[in-house]
């Protein structure tokens, strides 16, 4: 299976502010995705990072909140811009590993004051 | 719309009680359903990918099962450390858009 690893594994941030999330997975991977998981909630995705090109966003999220960057097929990052405290959640990179199956990090939880 | 219903939203099992947890859907077309677990602070972990009606998957304590609207995570004689929250995802779109339910989570108690 992929190893996932994300930077930080947790934040606090002030209002206003913006955060860069990393996604570092130790194989070549062609999907990559971001999802968030707000407390007490279930993951959504937010966005699937293509490598070379612009992210592809799910409904109800636009590149100007979350951009995402993808310079080649180990590494992504996902920043939360002007954040606020209703930003307060876990962010988890995602991958499809060649079997198929959906791999996740250990998420980064960011806490918004 | 995809939907993904889990039930119960919470369950307490005393050690070595088995129990099933539920996860019925609304697709059209799936590709594949997803059961992975979770614990507190950490991402999930996967268990188990089912793709036709009538599959079956097993590892360790847990059993996966499907039918055409709904699969089951079977949990036999339970221990304190099978104690997460389970989440079930459905895979209908393009590959890495799931559906997840909102969990069960499971306590486990000596």
């Known amino acids: 299976s992929a190893v996932i690893s994300q930077k930080p594994s947790r934040d606090i941030c002030q209002r206003g502010t913006s955060l860069t999330i990393q996604c570092q997975v130790d194989?070549?991977?062609?999907?990559m995705f971001w999802y968030r998981q707000q407390p007490g909630q279930s993951l959504t995705l937010i966005a699937t990072a293509n490598q070379g090109s612009e992210a592809t966003y799910e409904s109800g999220f636009v590149i100007d909140k979350f951009p995402i960057s993808r310079p080649n097929l180990t590494f992504s990052t996902l920043t939360v811009s002007n954040m606020s405290p209703e930003d307060s959640s876990i962010y988890l990179c995602?991958?499809?590993?060649?079997?198929?199956?959906?791999?996740f990090g250990e998420g980064s939880r960011l806490t918004v004051l | 719309e995809d939907q993904v219903t889990q039930s119960p939203e919470a369950l307490r099992l005393q050690e070595g009680e088995s129990s099933s947890l539920n996860c019925s859907y609304t697709v059209s077309g799936l590709r594949g359903l997803f059961w992975y677990r979770q614990d507190p602070g950490k991402g999930p972990e996967f268990l188990f990918t089912?793709?036709?009606a009538g599959e079956e998957k097993e590892k360790e304590r847990l059993k996966a099962t499907l039918t055409k609207k709904e699969s089951f995570l079977h949990i036999t004689a339970p221990k304190p450390e099978d104690s997460a929250t389970y989440l079930c995802a459905v895979h209908a779109d393009s590959w890495g858009k799931l559906q997840f339910g909102a969990g069960t989570q499971v306590v486990v108690t000596p």
């Open positions: 089912l793709y036709s």
């Open positions: 194989s070549q991977v062609t999907m």
């Open positions: 995602s991958v499809v590993w060649s079997s198929g199956e959906l791999f």
